[in-house]
């Protein structure tokens, strides 16, 4: 009886949170919003949000590591992003260079798989090359798979798995009848892995721009009006206790 209940988290009288260790979300995906207005309401340029976004990076992967999460996925530039002005998109690239080369050793140490889902051929050389090499060094490692979503989007993932399949079609390799979820599921950028379970968005937008589309059918969302430079571990937790205490039904009863 009351089974369920043990997957929830509980919260004090005194407001501290709880968490129940045995339902920790297994993949969470993160839309890291609002570096450019977090620079804004401080009056300093937009990149200064967006080094101050990859300090939040940090902080987020070690909790993430600690409470036993074991994939995250950040979406740090769209294949929309590429609207934005020239200078705003070469500091972004120069800041993911800059974190690969400053994270990497504390990242391998803890044993972190430093992944990457999206069109990564369109980057500038110098930072798919620190890309594939990190990933390369840190393929074997058995901790948390951490997912950098660079030049990423949904769509563009849809369309070349679509393309992939159409390929194996075309070779025999693949019967169109035989098309299924799983046939899908392993011909996007996240194969292998399981879908998130829960995605958080912070900077009070509430939608998906273009983020996981195939993989969150049945994601739960969490938002936040806090912009990602001030997101805080405890925030971090506030979305898993929600998480906790919602009920998944998969279109199912409860
Ligand atoms: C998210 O912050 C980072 C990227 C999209 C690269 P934004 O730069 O979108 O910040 P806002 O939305 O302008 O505040
Ligand atoms: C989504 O944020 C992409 C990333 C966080 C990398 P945007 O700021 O680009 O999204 P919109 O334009 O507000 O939908
Ligand atoms: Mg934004």
Redesign the pocket.
Known sequence: MFNFLKKRSTISDDGSIHLNYDNIPKHIAI??????????QRNLP?TI??KA?VETIRRIIKECDKLGVKYITL????TE?WK?PKD?VSA?MDLLVEYLKKEFDELNKSNVVINHIGDISKLPERCSKELISAYERTKDNTGIVMNLALNYGGRSEIIDGVKKIAQDIKDGKLKIEDIDEEVISSHMYTKGMPDPDLIIRP?G?QRLSNFLLWQCAYSEFWYSNI??PDFSESDLHKAIYDYQNRDRRFGGIK
């Open positions: 839309i890291m919003d609002g570096n450019g207005r977090w620079a804004k937009r949000g967006h976004g979406y740090a530039f769209s992003n934005r705003e972004l900077s937008e912009n990602w």
